[in-house]
């Protein structure tokens, strides 16, 4: 019984052929303060293979290598955004969980104003009736 | 009028239901292709991905003719699937470099023993460093580089047969 447990978990456990993983996958920086700055970003990049899933919380190993990515380049002086910039441009807005206002974009901003607007138009009606 | 406006919250219960029926009937997996077609490859420098090899880099990409880089790894099943088309490309004249993600040299050795080597170089990017560089967002992909180390034109997922023409033609339209 313990032995078919121990052999089942030996075969669910995905990392028996994988590759050691990069340095910085899941190593904080020495520095709190970059580590800060690296986890907060880690947090708004989507992971490509899990797409739901931020980097920071998945669990995929191209996710633990553009962790390790993002904490080298934070490590090596590069500011959150100018890393978020270089993801962007190699993988578009959709790799960053923060969508900038664009053509594409505007209606998550303006529709809550519109649709206030349009309850408030609605509403007035009544309002004044009562009166 | 009094009428009609009585059927509009129905009408927009409707509406509602048919979004979301066409919402979670909707793959959520998105395909992301790299952004970096038409522009300049990225400088980089890999190692052999076997030992004693030559490894890859981005100056040998640039060198006149197209050539097409493929991005794969021994531990990918769909990498294996594509293997014989790879093997019809190099019969076919073309030049196919590669770049091995997150890989073993003695493993990526017994991954071309057993399903053939189409590449003239091989380069090893054990965390995905070039990968990322280059936009691509998973295993097989396959870029399109032209004689002057630009990006032509990317193929996302195994070449299946099918596509084989279409890649000729690609890079007969890279020269």
């Known amino acids: 019984m313990k032995a078919a447990f ?22 904080q920086l020495a520095d709190p303060k970059l580590e800060a700055e ?36 934070i490590q090596a002086g590069e500011t ?20 900038p206002l664009d053509r594409s974009t505007w209606p998550l901003w303006a529709a809550p104003a519109l649709l206030l607007l349009a309850g408030i138009w609605l509403a007035r009606g009544r309002f004044r009736r009562r009166r | ?30 395909v992301i292709s790299s952004r970096l077609v038409g522009q300049k490859l ?21 060198k006149g003719k197209p050539r097409l880089l493929n991005i794969f790894a021994s531990w990918c099943v769909p990498c294996v699937a594509e293997a014989p ?12 470099d590669a770049i091995a993600i997150r890989d073993r040299p003695e493993d990526v050795a017994n991954f071309l023993k057993r399903w053939g080597n189409p590449y003239a170089r091989i380069g090893g990017d054990k965390q ?12 097989p992909e396959s870029f399109i580089i032209d004689g002057r180390g630009v990006i032509r034109h990317q193929h996302i997922g195994d070449i299946r047969p099918e596509d084989v023409p279409a890649i000729i033609a690609a890079l007969e339209a890279a020269r």
Not at chain 1, 8 to 26: F, G, Q, R, V
Not at chain 1, 86 to 99: A, E, K, T
Not at chain 2, 2 to 28: C, D, E, Q, T, Y
Not at chain 2, 128 to 139: E, K, P, T
């Open chain 2, 42 to 62: 990225p400088d980089f420098a890999l190692p052999g991905a076997l030992p004693g090899q030559p490894g890859l880099a981005s100056a040998d990409l640039a």
């Open chain 1, 80 to 99: 959150p955004d100018e890393v978020r910039a270089w993801l962007i441009q190699r993988y578009g807005n959709w790799v960053s969980f923060d969508p």
């Open chain 1, 6 to 27: 121990f052999l089942l978990l030996a075969l669910a456990s995905p990392t028996l052929a994988d590759m050691p993983k990069a340095a910085l996958a899941d190593t």
């Open chain 2, 85 to 96: 088309q790879l093997m019809a490309l190099k019969q076919a004249g073309v030049q196919i």
């Open chain 2, 1 to 30: 009028m009094k009428r009609a406006i009585i059927w509009a919250p129905l009408l927009v219960f409707a509406i509602f239901v048919a979004m979301f029926a066409f919402g979670l009937n909707r793959s959520p997996e998105q």
């Open chain 1, 38 to 73: 690296a986890s907060a970003l880690m947090h708004r990049l989507r992971c490509l293979v899990c797409q739901g899933q931020s980097i920071a919380d998945s669990d995929a190993d191209m996710a633990g290598d553009m962790r390790a990515l993002v904490r080298e380049k």
């Open chain 2, 128 to 139: 995905s460093r070039v990968q990322i560089a280059l936009g691509s967002s998973g295993v």
